[in-house]
């Protein structure tokens, strides 16, 4: 597909409405000449990478010079031989597509740093910032939020009966029933070992327990079996919730600490329960 535009102010509205890949831009234009047009092209926020060749009359070393300072990949004076301008076009859109691959791949990496790399849960790091934007959110518009710790009960015993590879599949199995019994807005991570850590925006204290015992429910029920391994398992949880409509919590670290005394008050009550606290 190919539009065109009459001068620079054109060019930048359908610009914005239309993600062209490659721009041929003359420097002589009514209105917004070409070198300013070139610079509010490479300042447009958040807009995929677009290749543009300057075709100009303008002939000297300062005005070719000028050009490519400005952002444009390549500078094409007048007269050209239209083999020449189409070389130069394949030329460049080979540059778009490689920037596009590279921003993909950049997007892909960023996706892994964020991801526990044996259950695909987020890792803690990502955990915490998260954590610290939906208090921020929950504290400004007077909502709750709660935090769900969770730990494998006697897993040692899971790998000493089986074996470590096992014991690391049994941890991703555990992984996708957290993640399959979450909402899409909940926040799932692996806090390390065999604890998983989820955070509850807009949750009430009920609706936090309910969410756990559907979890407790659904991992007791399930059969953990791998070729000619298997093993049964239960889990134990911690929850803390706060109001931020009549209390607040300034401290992702400390919100998790009160979900960790929970499943630690559970662990004492003899595993496979639920403990639960509200700050007030």
């Known amino acids: 597909m190919v539009s065109s535009a009459a001068n620079g102010e054109e060019g930048l509205h359908k610009l914005k409405a239309w993600a062209p890949h490659l721009i041929l831009l003359d420097i002589n234009m009514p209105g917004m000449d070409g070198i300013k047009t070139m610079e509010r092209i490479r300042r447009l926020p958040d807009h995929d990478y677009v290749a543009v060749i300057f075709i100009s009359g303008n002939t000297s070393t300062d005005d070719i010079v000028k050009g490519l300072d400005a952002g444009a990949d390549d500078y ?22 490689l920037n596009d691959q590279l921003k993909r791949t950049s997007k892909r990496l960023e996706g892994l740093v964020d991801l526990d790399d044996l259950t695909g849960l987020l890792n803690m790091r990502s955990l ?8 921020v959110r929950a504290k400004r ?48 991570a692996r806090y390390g070992g065999d604890e998983f850590i989820v955070i509850l925006p807009e949750t009430e204290i009920v ?3 309910r969410l756990a015992e559907r ?19 239960t889990c134990s949880f911690g929850v803390s919730s706060v109001n ?35 700050l007030t």
């Open 141 to 188: 518009y007077h909502k709750w939020i709660s935090c769900i710790m969770i730990d494998m009960d006697h897993f040692k015993n899971v790998n000493d009966t089986n074996d470590h590879i096992f014991g690391s599949w049994v941890i991703t199995e555990v992984a996708k029933i957290i993640k399959e019994t979450c909402r899409t807005i909940d926040i799932a």
């Open 207 to 209: 609706g936090a327990e």
């Open 128 to 135: 915490y910032k998260r954590l610290d934007q939906e208090l």
């Open 215 to 233: 979890m407790r429910v659904a991992v007791e029920a399930h059969l953990f079996i791998n070729d000619k391994q298997k093993t049964r398992l």
């Open 76 to 97: 094409l004076v007048k007269p050209f031989r239209i083999a020449e301008l189409l070389a130069r076009v394949r030329a460049k859109l080979r540059t778009k597509e």
């Open 244 to 278: 931020c409509a009549t209390a607040t919590v300034d401290d992702p670290k400390e919100f998790i600490r009160i979900a960790d005394q929970m499943l630690y008050d559970s662990k004492n009550m003899g595993r496979n329960t639920i403990r639960a606290k509200e």
